[in-house]
């Protein structure tokens, strides 16, 4: 079996929620509360927007205005993730929950940190929870941490019940599609692979070479060299700036010549049969 390169960013991105909406309260905003949600806008824009010195300055203002905002202190959390610092991070997500319960996008956040620190049985238990929240609109990533939990526990048929569940709540949640091409491809299940990365190259993740590259790989062990040669130059020719690209030229040479070698196997073959006099039938 050819080699499959571990190539989707860690699981942690994937799972990172910001939340996009300051309130839904109907009551009427203080004017630090209309502050609060300029600079909450502000600093979430610029958090998706991977801006996260911005992003940081702007929700600290928001926070100072609206210590109690949940939401606020969710995507505070993210901003300092991002900025490297954990701990912190860390603090103002248990906040966000403690302030409301109700913020399953905050557990996801922390489950997700606990779970990267190995912190395994914390992070189930906030998983657990939500995967309880019958309207958590993000119930799809909740799933997909779940499998990925499941994985560093060894146990790959949770995993994959949960992938599947992933899949099932968001069908175009390519992370989840990637994760179940891998896991057929460590179990030599080519066709489902293929099947698995050629979801994942839609959705959301339209414009990454990965489950491109991944379905020319998948190809090759299925022993279709002619299709994994033009899914290569697929990926050469959308996603040339990347190492992607590089990569498939390997691959597109290595079929090449391991098709100039079976070509000239079979005509040294031939030719020994041929001209061989004690040779009266070849044992195919």
Same mark, same amino acid.
């Given at each position: 079996?050819?080699?499959?390169? =571990?190539?989707?960013?860690?699981?942690?991105?994937?799972?990172?929620? /910001?939340?996009?909406?300051?309130?839904?309260?109907?009551?009427?905003?203080?004017?630090?509360?209309?502050?609060?949600?300029?600079?909450?806008?502000?600093?979430?824009?610029?958090?998706?927007?991977? @801006?996260?010195?911005? *992003?940081?300055?702007?929700?600290?203002?928001?926070?100072?205005?609206?210590?109690?905002?949940? =939401? /606020?202190?969710?995507?505070?959390?993210?901003?300092?993730?991002?900025?490297?610092?954990?701990?912190?991070?860390?603090?103002?997500? =248990?906040?966000?929950?403690?302030?409301?319960?109700?913020?399953?996008?905050?557990?996801?956040?922390?489950?997700?940190?606990?779970?990267?620190?190995?912190?395994?049985?914390?992070?189930?238990?906030?998983?657990?929870? @939500?995967? =309880?929240?019958?309207?958590?609109?993000?119930? #799809?990533?909740?799933?997909?941490?779940? *499998?990925?939990? @499941?994985?560093?526990?060894?146990?790959?048929?949770?995993?994959?019940?949960?992938?599947?569940?992933?899949?099932?709540?968001?069908?175009?949640?390519?992370?989840? #599609?990637?994760?179940?091409?891998?896991?057929?491809?460590?179990?030599?299940?080519?066709?489902? *692979?293929?099947?698995?990365?050629?979801?994942?190259?839609?959705?959301?993740?339209?414009?990454?070479?990965?489950? #491109?590259?991944?379905?020319?790989?998948?190809?090759?062990?299925?022993?279709?060299?002619?299709?994994?040669?033009?899914?290569?130059?697929?990926?050469?020719?959308?996603?040339?700036?990347?190492?992607?690209?590089?990569?498939?030229?390997?691959?597109?040479?290595?079929?090449?010549?391991?098709?100039?070698?079976?070509?000239?196997?079979?005509?040294?073959?031939?030719?020994?049969?041929?001209?061989?006099?004690?040779?009266?039938?070849?044992?195919?």
């Amino acid at each position: 079996m050819t080699m499959m390169i =571990k190539v989707l960013p860690l699981a942690i991105l994937a799972a990172m929620m /910001v939340s996009a909406c300051s309130t839904n309260s109907l009551a009427p905003q203080s004017v630090d509360e209309k502050r609060a949600e300029v600079f909450y806008e502000r600093g979430t824009s610029e958090l998706v927007n991977k @801006n996260y010195q911005s *992003a940081l300055s702007n929700l600290l203002e928001a926070k100072k205005l609206t210590p109690k905002n949940s =939401k /606020v202190r969710n995507n505070l959390g993210m901003a300092y993730y991002f900025r490297d610092q954990v701990s912190l991070a860390e603090v103002e997500l =248990k906040e966000a929950i403690d302030l409301d319960k109700g913020n399953s996008d905050a557990r996801l956040n922390l489950g997700s940190i606990l779970m990267e620190k190995n912190q395994l049985k914390e992070a189930r238990e906030l998983f657990v929870t @939500n995967e =309880k929240d019958l309207l958590f609109v993000n119930q #799809h990533r909740n799933y997909y941490n779940l *499998a990925l939990l @499941n994985l560093k526990e060894g146990d790959r048929r949770e995993a994959f019940i949960y992938l599947s569940k992933s899949v099932k709540e968001r069908n175009d949640y390519c992370q989840a #599609h990637y994760k179940l091409g891998e896991l057929y491809y460590e179990e030599y299940k080519f066709k489902q *692979a293929y099947d698995s990365f050629k979801e994942a190259g839609k959705g959301t993740c339209v414009s990454e070479p990965a489950p #491109h590259y991944q379905m020319g790989m998948a190809l090759v062990n299925m022993n279709r060299s002619e299709d994994a040669k033009r899914k290569f130059q697929e990926v050469m020719e959308k996603f040339s700036s990347t190492r992607f690209a590089t990569l498939s030229s390997v691959q597109i040479k290595k079929l090449s010549q391991s098709q100039e070698n079976q070509s000239q196997t079979r005509a040294n073959t031939t030719e020994i049969i041929q001209e061989s006099p004690t040779v009266e039938t070849p044992n195919f």
